[in-house]
Every structure is written in structure tokens, then in C-alpha cells.
């Protein structure tokens, strides 16, 4: 039945629901729990099942299980105690082929003339009327046991219906008209109607507007995620014309410095990381690409819509030349990027993991939501099935994750390096010498064949007169040539690659896995969309593609309404501390409700309507009466509204790691505004780094002397530079639309002891002592303005003088004191890093951690010091009202 308000995009994608319905439900009635390409009859010959776990699965279970199984280890990559692990096979290709006794590799194995490699290597060896058996049950189709699906697969459910029609962010955007208000003169846009008809209704009132002084520096703060110069806060204070507040916004949205900081913003929502992250931490040379290809296209505004079509399929779209084309492959670094298992033990396991990575990070940054909830059963509170999970998994699954890393179990050296899973950049590559190169790849093929002949043997083992094992010399032969062939004939080497996605050699639907199991096929869903979202103008998936592009626009459609939420949500948040839906990455049915609900859709709708512009968005609101409320605060609005969802005021917030930073490089006179060339981590190779080993040192060593901005800061996952681990730095393993904000004791340490801290404040003090001219007095209201944005007070004055000439009396009677510093010794040579007994593990003897010590050459810059310490660590400094 036609409901009476259906329109005809409703019906059409209510039309497509019901047809993937339909597929999913003929899809059940003909499971058999395998792949598609050797499927089971729905129901397999009770006999040849029989027969299978009589004669076949004892036989795989004593003999091969040991050394095959997802129980112990997958020698070859290779299961047997799965149907769908025999299919695959692994490194010499498929094990079974059913029908094709003599085609797979299991037969050939067992029935290997040479008994050293007759498989099993341990135990005893097949007889004869095994085989036999295992070359019957082949032949007759190698049945298995079919999964179990459960029955509620694919199963419509009356609560997901329900929660599609009740749950305010599935319903399409309204256009709200603007209220009426209270106080008419109040407002200066439509926005500050909606706020103020809050507060109205709660019986509340604003407080007063921020003085000069406090708007210049939040809003500079908010918009370039750097404190106002002297200069710009003396221009503003002069400025006494009506529009003199949006000349400094205008001025904010055009410098560079706005990117590197709503950049940022997008880097900490899309889990930005220059390594692989846990198990074994692999770099990613070329990351730092991605991270200037959103700084740019913030700093460019390129509309929002067209950003996130970029990210996720801008290997798809048209490019105008070369230049625009590597631009867009290195967009879909958004989707290569994550964290990454690669010592998981088998590859399917690892390309389903990479592949949630993947739904996460969309439909959280984008949508959201919570969608990877249901990779293992219909999510618990959002209108979600599993089906729907495995239809955007399908997209995923037909694209090739070009991050250039595979799984390998316990690899060592460039094991984990895959150059043909980079992304080709243009530009020039002269060829390599030819013979240069083919005499290298013979020696590699010579050394590699030697390695693997000797590794793990017993010769191999035993240990030689220097006390490591015999085959070592082979291994590090082996690892060597390999390098120097990479370097003379890897594209990437030379800076031509990038990490990011394209389309897959096979494109095709995928299986839904029972209970999130890798292994474990159940029916084929087709690739498509999340039903919980009505989106008319979405396009079918072209089946010669991934879907990519087709999901692209399903997210920025006209009518998804979830996507510009989410986006104005986030943009409120960073400018108030606190998103309408305070939730920033949950919209779902576990998340917040808005606090204005006709705002938030208002602010959707002008964002589509101004091209879905980030930079007009965030003009219009920190022109708002809203955004320029002072951070007083009564104790009647502190017991009626404590947590200011209603924005009767500017609420203070902390600066994050990365401004506080910044902050006080800026204070010191240190901070250089350039953007560095890539980061030091495009010097790695894609080997495995030890996270307190020499190229962790080398890394914080270089994040220390760094001068940029904390954006171009090398950003290892798991080597946080050590100027940013006191104050809550980002979480690059999820999307993190708002970071956390604690306090903790280490804290006030960082600020006390810190090297950077003190490194900064020496600098500054040394920088107010240059001038031989000025007066005491003079040089502590230059320090003030210089970290505080503010004259300091005659009281304060008085105090800072009395503090330095005490401080430096007692410094100066303790220097006199001190005995002379011990002559240091000469460093003593370090020996070279030795490789590991075990040739699959590296090194993890930790490097020495240096701090180093800051100190003033004499007691006047030492209390000037103090002094400017004490500035960087004050509440004042840290926080922006």
C-alpha cells in the first residue's frame, strides 16, 4: 500500500529496500556456508558427510592441524581446518579444488616423492589408503559441514522500522522558520534567534558581550589555533568601526594558518597516523601527502561535499591533468591510512579487518554512526542489520587497500613491504640500469634461496664462534641485496607513491561472515547502502566498479540529511567547546539529543545552500551575537543550565596539546610559520620500527627540535612527541570528532620540568634581555603581551619584580656556592645494532631516553626565566575564555 505521503524518491528507495530483501532472503534459502566460486548443494549427501567426518576430518585433524589451523599457526598460509581455507590455499595457491583431484595442492603435498618435503615434515606420513580417501572425497565435491546461519538473518525487524520513522537524525532536514524572541534587538542572525528562544523558554538570559581584549583571542585561538600578535590585538582595540570584528574574522579565514588548524580538526576525525600502529609498527613514508592534501583543501574550501567524494573515491572521479589526478589518488589515503594488524596470521582475517577500518571510519566521520556494530549481529540500538554492514563491506571488499603492507606472520625486515600496493604518482622515472638490475635480482634470488634453505634448520641454529646463530649472515645477505634492488627500481623510493585505495582486479558482492568470522560464508549480500537513511537520488552500483562512487554520493546526496548534520554539529563544536548534539561522532539512537534541534537543521540546510562552504559557515557564526557572549557565569545559570547547552554564555575551554604547543613557541618568538618539506618519517623504509628503539629516538629528536606547527610534527602511532603527551593528544587508532580534556598530576610536572617548556621560556627571557635600553618594568609587559595577549597591572608589576631580583639573589648565591661541574667524559662508541638470535623478531633493547637539561648561563636570565616558566604554566595561558 502507497502511503499518502510517500514520495516518489521514498517509494524508489523503499522499492530498493524490499529487492534487497528479496536477494538476501533467496540468498538464505540456498546457503551453504562456502564461497561462491565451489558452492554446496543447500543440502549435501548425508553419505559424503558421513564419509567426510569418518575418513577425512581425523586424517586433517592428526596430520595437518598442527602446523594449519587458526589453533596453532598457519604454516604457508595455509588452513585445513576450514573448507574455505582449502579453497584459498595459501602461498603456492589452492589447496582443494573440488571435482579436480589433481589441480590442488594438498594431494601433491602428501604424495611427494622426496620424503624431506612430503608433507607432514613431523610424524608419520599418509598411507595409502589415506589418500585414497582424500582423493575420493575431492572428486565428490569435497563436502563440508554447512555454517549455521542464524535464523534471524536478513529478517525484517518492527523495531527498526519504528526507529526509522521516530529517531530525530534519520528524518529528513525541515527549514525551520526563525522564532520569535524576547528581546528583538538582541540578535544579529537568525542564529542567535534560535538560541535566544531557548534561553527564553528556560527563563534565562545571556550574559553580556566579551570585551575586546577576550574575543580577539578566542577567536584567533578558534580559527588558526594560534594566539593573537601584539599587533593584530593593538589594530582590533583601534578599530572602533562597526565591522571591525569581521575584518579579523576575514583576515583569520584567509591566512594559511586556518587550514593547518580546521586541518587538524579533520586529521583527528579521519585517525591520521604516519604507521601502522600495535603489533608490528610499519611507517608510512608517504602519509604526510594526505595530511597537506587537507590542509590545503580546507585552507582551498573546497565544498564539503566534494571533500568527502574526494576521500573516498577521488581515484574515480575525472582529473584535469596529472597534477589533479595525484591529488585525488592521495585523497583516498583517508581510507588507507588506519591501524593495521599486519602480523595477523591469515589474510582473510586481515582484509576483513582493514575492510571494518574502513566502514568505521566512514560512516563515523561522515554519518555518525556506529556501523561497525553490526559486523558480527544486527547492531543493538541503531536500525543497522548486518546485511547492511556486509553491503558496504561488499564496496570495500572490491577495492584494493594500496597502503603497500601485507599480513605475514612473524616477518622481519621488508617482509611486510608490497610496492605494488602503493599508488603510482606522475612524474618522471628513468629507467635503471639494465644490468645493474637484472645481476641484482639474480644475487637477491640467490640469497633468498639460500636464507630459506638454512633458516630454522639445525645448522642453521647452531651457534657459530661469535655466538650467533650460523644462519645469520644469510639472513642479513638476504635482507641487504633486497634493499639495494628496491632502491634502484621502486618508484616509491624516489617520493612517486602514495598511500590510498582503487578498484579491485575482481569486483563483486560479498558474503555475509556468521558471527563476524573471517572464515565463516553465509548468504551473498549485494553491494548497497544503509537502509536507515532514505536517500532518493542515490544512484545503483555499477558493477563494473567498487561502489566507491555510488556510496560518495549516497553520502553527500540532497537529501541525506545525516551528513551536513554531522558536519555543522562538529563546526558548532569547535568554536563553542561543545557540539548541539554533544555526542560529535554518535548520532544514533545511544547518542544525544540536540539541544536545538530547528538550529541544528537550520545551520544543515545554510551550509548546503552556501555550496557546503566550511569557511562561510564559520564566519556566519562567529559573527553571531552567540559566539561573542562573555564567560561570566551566575550561580543562577551555573543551577539552572551547568553544562551551558543552552549557550547563555562563551564557555572556557582548555587549549589542546597541539595549541598549547604551538601557543608558546608563538610566545617565544620560536615558532616557524613555514610548512617543512613532507615529514622525517619519508626517510623510513616500510620495516618494522621499534617504538623505543633508534628510529623512535630519532623521531622524538626530530619532533624536539622542530619548529613548525604541531600539525607537521611526525606523528608515529605509538611515538607521541613528547611536547604533546602531557595534554591529551589525539587517539589515531578512532574517529575522534572532540578530544578528551583531563587533568592529571603529570601536568603540572610537564609544566615544571619539561625541556620544551624551559627550552621556551629560556628563549623568550633571553629575547626581552636583548634589549639593552628597556627598563625591568618594560620587559615584564612585553613577556605579558607576548604570552598572555594582555598588559600586566601595576600590582602585577611590583610582584614580578620583587619575584626576579629575589630569584636571582638566591640563584647567584647558589651558583657561588656550587663546586665546578665534573669534566664530562668522551661518550663511549655504541656498537652497532645487532640483529636478534631469532631471525623473526627484531631487536627490542630500548634506546637510552636523554632529557635534556636547560640551563641559563648566568642567575638574571635564570629568574627571567622562572618567570616566563611560570606565565606558560598559569591558568591564564592555557585556557581561552
Known sequence: MVRPDETEGSKLMRSRSKLRAGAIVLALAAVSGLARAAEQPAAPDPAKLEFFEKKIRPVLANHCSHCHSADT?????????????????????????????AEGTLLKRVTQKEAKRRMPLEGEHLSASQVADLTKWIRDGAVWPAVKVPASLGRPKPEYERLKKEHWAWQPLTNPRAPGVSNPAWPRDDIDRFVLARLDAAKLAPVAD??????????????????????????????????????????????????????RHWLDVARYGESTGPSRNIPYPHAWKYRDYVIDSVNADVPFDRFVREQVAGDLLPAADDKAGDRLKVATGFLALGVKDVNQRFKVRFVMDNVDEQIDVVTRSVLGLTASCARCHDHKFDPIPTTDYYALAGIFTSTENAAGVRNQMGGAGLAYYVPDQLLRLSGPVPPPPAEQVEKLTAEVAEAKKAWDAIRGTAEGLKLAANGQPTQRPYRLKFERLQSELLALTD????????????????????????????????????????????????????????GRLELARWLTGENNALTPRVAVNRVWAH?????????????????????????????????????WSVKKLVRAIALSRAYQLSADA??????????????WRHSP???????????????????????????????FKMIEMRDNGPEAKGIHEAADKSRARSVYLPLLRGVIPRSLEAFDPVEQTLVTGSRESTTVPGQALFLLNSSFVRRQSLASAERVLKDPKATDAERVGRVFRNTLGRPPTEAEVVRVLGFLAEYESVVRQEMAAAPPAPKAEPAKPKKPDEPPPDPDQIDQTGETAIEEVIRPTDARTAAWLAFVQSLYASAEFRFVE
Open 634 to 647: 551566575t550561580e543562577a545559570h551555573r543551577r539552572l543550565d551547568p553544562a551551558n547547552a543552552l549557550v
Open 73 to 101: 599457526k598457519p604454516a604457508g598460509g595455509l588452513r585445513v581446518d576450514d573448507r574455505n581455507g582449502l579453497l584459498t590455499g595459501g602461498t603456492t595457491g589452492p589447496a582443494v579444488v573440488p571435482g579436480k583431484p
Open 210 to 263: 566579551a570585551g575586546k581584549l577576550a574575543l580577539i583571542r578566542r577567536v584567533t585561538f578558534d580559527l588558526t589555533g594560534l594566539p593573537p600578535t601584539p599587533e593584530a590585538i593593538d589594530a582590533f582595540l583601534k578599530d572602533t568601526s562597526p565591522g571591525a570584528f569581521a575584518k579579523v574574522v576575514d583576515r583569520l579565514l584567509a591566512s594559511p594558518q586556518f587550514g593547518e588548524h580546521w586541518g
Open 491 to 546: 618508484p616509491a623510493q624516489r617520493g612517486l607513491a602514495a598511500h590510498g585505495v582503487r578498484d579491485a582486479k575482481v569486483v563483486t558482492d560479498t558474503e555475509v561472515r556468521i558471527r563476524g568470522e573471517a572464515e565463516k560464508l553465509g548468504p551473498v549480500v549485494p553491494r548497497g547502502f544503509l537502509t536507515a537513511l532514505t536517500v532518493p537520488e542515490a544512484r545503483p552500483i555499477n558493477p563494473h566498479q567498487s
Open 575 to 611: 568554536l563553542f567547546g561543545r557540539g548541539l548534539v554533544s555526542t560529535v561522532d554518535n548520532f544514533g539512537t545511544t547518542g544525544d539529543k540536540p539541544s536545538h534541534p530547528e538550529l541544528l537543521d537550520h545551520l544543515a540546510g545554510r551550509f548546503v545552500r552556501d555550496g
Open 653 to 683: 575551554r582548555r587549549l589542546t596539546a597541539d595549541e598549547f604547543r604551538d601557543a608558546t613557541l608563538a610566545a617565544a618568538g620560536t615558532l616557524d610559520p613555514k610548512r617543512p618539506d613532507g615529514s622525517p618519517v619519508k626517510a
